[in-house]
């Protein structure tokens, strides 16, 4: 078996954070070799026995402190998110940071009624004398890999779940967004959470894949589909489970009886948020062709006073793009589009006059699922719309698609809203609303197809973070099973007996077996 390791030699270099705004330095990280990570990640096995031991109560004080330190430090934690992801502080604030704090007050006072125990009904069984309850356990070490779309609120969110489950954890932020992946562990040690019970390991791709060759209990991984799919086969061979919320193309369908005021301003905050780079971005928007002519005027117009500068500075809807990299892959997409007989009604190109990774905020017509901006993850300020004639075609062309994270359906009536949703291949469909839900702690958050594995938020999420024990008891135990040896022909005649009826689940039925169960009982063992 390949076995990768990231010696300490090969990670020399440090990690140099800018902004990509600017250009400007915003600090250095190590890049952690595979021997560091293994450190970490065996230092946090060990804390996490007496952490598990703790109540909900105690891991919850510890987070409400955190929280209550970023309350305090949220004007500086929203500008160190913007200068290093390049979005608008506000939006930081908006879209991360408000999300949490909500996160972590939901967890730390709800976690102990989510993983209650359970009783779980066992049918005739429990007439037997016997009762089944199902306890969830923490795994133990939970290694959480994320990107640089939502340096914050991905990470944090998973950090706090994870602990409150009785879990340590090693994250590996995106080489992009280390500082705030750093700052996340000061966090919670300044609200006094064992340097152990949360480690940041830094690093690049190198690093990541040292945290999965360590063997955590279960990965958490939010990134590419391509990387996604490499940590899922390295997992594979030690048997670590993994959840991965990769990519999204995201469909908003926008039908006939929609309000087109509040679907077009929907649409435009949709795709453009976060310069568009938010797995559950509006990639995708499908219109009906008699409001199309009246939606795209009022999408542009929007577009057009959208303001593009710098994150931090006041009044900014658009910042820079997280990476050249990424600024490259939109002008790909466009390009190819344009290519291909799409219209750019305004933007389509880089921004000249801001010197860093700055994209004009675009909107395409006249595109088809020929175009990559149809096909891939575009992961930029793009709004492509087309136009369709039945509810059965926009259904499928929101399905045409290998990704399935979110989508939303935009009408006035509910009831065919909803209809319309379950036939949609997605893990979040919204009537009416567009890509936030991710900041609903309550709901689960994940994808189908290629969009991933698992959930992450609610219970379900939740519930990826223990395992479930179950334990079964026998409260009849001076009574010997009926099935156990030897195989008399009395028992012979029961077995059968119970074939037909007690598997019925009927205790009527059952009950017609009882002289034949007596008959059994006294029967002389030897
Ligand atoms: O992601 P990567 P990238 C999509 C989006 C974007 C594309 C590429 O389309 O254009 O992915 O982004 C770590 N083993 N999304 O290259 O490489 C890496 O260090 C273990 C969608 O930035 O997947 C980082 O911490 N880990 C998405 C994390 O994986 C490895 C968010 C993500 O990086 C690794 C981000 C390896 N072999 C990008 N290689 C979403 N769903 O929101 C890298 N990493």
């Known amino acids: 078996m390949e076995v990768r ?42 804390a996490q026995n007496g952490w598990a031991k703790l109540s ?14 970023v309350l305090d430090e949220i004007e500086e934690i929203a500008a160190l998110i913007s200068e290093e992801s390049g979005k608008p502080a506000d939006e930081a604030i908006a879209m991360e940071i408000v999300p949490t704090l909500d996160l972590m007050q939901f967890f730390a006072r709800k976690s102990a009624k989510l993983l209650k125990p359970e009783k779980i009904d066992i049918g005739q069984y429990g007439l037997m004398g016997r ?3 199902i306890v969830y356990k923490p795994l133990g070490t939970v290694g959480i890999i994320s990107p640089w779309n939502f340096p914050w609120a991905i990470p944090l969110g998973e950090v706090v779940m994870a602990l409150m489950a009785g879990n340590a954890v090693v994250l590996k932020p995106s080489e992009l967004t280390p500082m705030v992946g750093v700052k996340i562990g000061e966090v919670f040690k300044r609200a006094g959470l064992n340097d152990d019970l949360l480690q940041v390991v830094t690093g690049d791709g190198r690093t990541g894949a040292a945290l999965v060759e360590a063997r955590p209990d279960k990965i958490m991984f939010t990134g590419s589909v391509a990387t996604g799919k490499r940590v899922a086969e390295t997992a594979a061979r030690n048997l670590t489970p993994v959840v991965l919320e990769l990519g999204g193309k995201d469909p908003m369908i926008v039908l006939e009886d929609a309000d ?12 453009l948020a976060n310069a568009g780079q938010a797995c559950a971005s509006v990639e995708r928007c499908y219109v009906h062709e008699s409001i199309s002519e009246k939606f795209i005027a009022r999408a542009v117009e929007l577009v057009k006073s959208l303001r593009l500068d710098v994150g931090t500075r006041e009044a900014t809807d658009i910042g820079a793009m997280s990476s050249e990299r990424q600024l490259n892959t939109v002008e790909e997409h466009i390009d190819d589009a344009v290519a291909r007989g799409a219209r750019i009604l305004t933007g389509g190109r880089r921004n000249e006059t801001l010197a860093g990774s700055f994209y004009e905020p675009t909107v395409l017509t006249d595109v088809d699922h020929t175009m990559l901006v149809m096909r891939d993850e575009t992961f930029g300020p793009v709004l492509p719309i087309m136009t369709f004639k039945t509810e059965d075609e926009a259904i499928g062309l929101a399905n045409d698609s290998p990704f399935g994270l979110t989508a939303s359906v935009w009408t006035k009536d509910i009831a065919r809203g909803r209809r319309i949703a379950e036939q949609i291949e997605a893990g979040t469909v919204m009537v009416n609303e567009v890509l936030y839900t991710h900041g609903i702690a309550q709901t689960p958050w994940g994808g189908v197809k290629q969009s991933g ?38 028992a012979s005649k029961l077995f059968r007996g119970f074939a037909q009826r007690f598997a019925t689940g009927n205790p009527l039925q059952t009950s017609l077996l009882l002289p034949q169960m007596i008959r059994r009982f006294f029967e002389r063992r030897p």
């Not at 079964?472 to 010997?480: A, E, G, Y």
């Open 260 to 271: 087109v005021e509040m679907a077009a301003q929907a649409a435009v905050w949709g795709a």
């Open 5 to 46: 390791t990231l010696t300490a030699e090969e990670a020399r270099d440090d990690i140099v954070s800018r902004d990509p705004a600017t250009g400007r330095e915003i600090g250095r990280v190590p890049v952690a070799s595979s021997e560091e990570v293994a450190r970490a990640l065996s230092d946090a096995r060990t």
């Open 131 to 133: 009762s089944s309850r």
């Open 56 to 69: 909900f109560r105690e891991r919850g004080r510890v987070v409400m402190r955190a929280r209550a330190i």
């Open 453 to 490: 594995l698992g959930r992450t938020h609610g219970r379900l999420g939740l519930l990826e973070l223990v395992t479930p024990q179950h334990i079964h008891v026998n409260r009849f135990s001076f009574i010997p099973d009926f099935w156990w040896f030897s195989y008399t022909p009395r």
